[in-house]
């Protein structure tokens, strides 16, 4: 059985897409590998390309917030993406770099069994939930897959640009808090 950091080395040598050519640094993800709750967005940036860490540029700082804001650290959940290499351009990612990322994600979350996914942005909603999600409709709505309860919320990029989004961006954050709170209380 592999464990994160099997497949972190694993991660570091693709080149199943052309992405791998543009890249500084993998962004694998971080966080506890025992997360209860994890947060998925859709690739990296480029202060994210030259640290090797998810979410630390603007987005990423706002995306703390939040969840600190709820009560958790980020060393106590964990934050990956789709795709593991930086889109040129900081660009969304193509449907094939996706589908070529898109395993290594599969194994993270069955390694590290998160009971909460959270969907950050529509591309990461349309990989994770349902090709069909629409961001703006169904957002803060949760689905269970597997045992997972997922739910979708604005990327915090979005909510940078447009200040309407604010809002419902913290409203979804506090659900996440009680859905965990809900699932605590249920195990023993």
Known sequence: MYTLEDLKEIVSRCNLC??????????????NPEADLMFIGEGPGQVEDETGLAFVGPAGQLLTKAIEGIGFTRDEVY???IVKCRPPNNRNPLKEEMTSCIPYLRWQVKLIKPKIIVCLGAISATNIIDSNFKITQQR???????????MATYHPSAVLRDVLKKRPFWED?????????????ETP
Request: aromatic share 12%; hydrophobic share 30%.
């Open 18 to 31: 052309p992405l791998h050519r543009g890249r500084t640094k993998v962004v694998f993800g971080q966080g």
């Open 173 to 185: 954050f506090k659900e996440i808090r009680k859905k965990y709170d809900e699932l605590k209380q």
């Open 140 to 150: 803060g709505t949760w689905q269970q897959k597997k045992g997972i309860w997922i």
């Open 79 to 81: 934050i990956a993406n």
